[in-house]
């Protein structure tokens, strides 16, 4: 995916309103940009980080900017707009850079199904195998203390834990059922679910590998040109 015309840098000075942000241009001057991210950003969204921004053309738009990335004392990059690991993961698919996820003739997403009225992110068909269907998890806290080591979620999600219950379902009635972790921070190099945040969640996950759900953890590269899927790291429960 790549960013045209490349993205633009300034300095945040508050994220608020889960939406907005406030940031300080490189001309000293400040403005609000949209935030597509609505969870914790633990880590992201510090007061004096580097931010990377799109524009759109759109005349309707409120807030013509958007957060893209973040960037921060350390060197790390996070892709904080949590809407590019859906596009990032179908792209890779298209591309066979999952080589999991090769040999299925057609791609959907957004598609319903599942007994609590979910969609499924991707869902992946073929006449000769099941079909696949493949829940998207955006991967960005780092634990600062131990050094790669990244968390899913960064916060309480009971909509995350639904996501398992139906991967559970999909999984017994003999179908293919993958929660796919797109890792976006350069400073993650192994991912584990976070017990010490959402107890319920990592219960669940445990179940859905006992299950038969797979899982999939796969590191993105991320800067202000481009944005792209690139290899696998390994998942510690």
């Known amino acids: 995916m790549k960013f045209t015309p490349p993205l633009q840098p300034a300095t945040l000075l508050k994220r608020y309103k889960r939406f907005l942000a406030d940031i300080s241009l490189p001309d000293g001057s400040i403005t609000t940009i949209h935030c597509a991210n609505t969870g914790a950003m633990t880590g992201c969204a510090e007061p004096g980080n580097t931010v990377w921004y799109s524009t759109s053309n759109n005349p309707k738009r409120k807030y013509p900017y958007s957060w893209e990335l973040s960037q921060t004392p350390q060197g790390h990059s996070i892709c904080v707009n949590t809407a590019q690991a859906n596009r990032l993961v179908v792209e890779a698919i298209n591309k066979n850079v999952i080589t999991e996820l090769e040999g ?15 969609r499924i992110d991707i869902l992946l068909q073929d006449e000769h195998k099941p079909d696949c269907y493949i829940e998207v998890k955006s991967v960005t806290l780092l634990d600062q203390g131990k050094a790669g080591q990244g968390y ?24 293919r059922a993958i929660l796919f972790f797109a890792i976006l921070h350069s400073g993650i190099e192994k991912v584990s679910a976070a017990h010490h945040i959402d107890p319920d969640y990592f219960s669940l996950i445990q179940q859905a590998e ?23 790291i390994k998942f510690n429960q």
Do not use: M, W
């Not at 299925?104 to 979910?118: C, F």
């Not at 960064?154 to 003999?174: C, F, P, S, Y």
């Open 152 to 175: 899913f979620p960064d916060a309480v999600t009971t909509r995350g834990q639904k996501h398992l219950r139906e991967l559970i379902e999909v999984a017994q009635n003999g179908e």
């Open 104 to 118: 299925y003739s057609s791609l959907r997403t957004e598609v319903k199904y599942g007994s609590e009225n979910s």
């Open 210 to 232: 006992r299950a038969g759900v797979e899982i999939l953890c796969y590191k993105a590269v991320l800067n202000p040109t481009e944005l792209y899927i690139d290899h696998r």
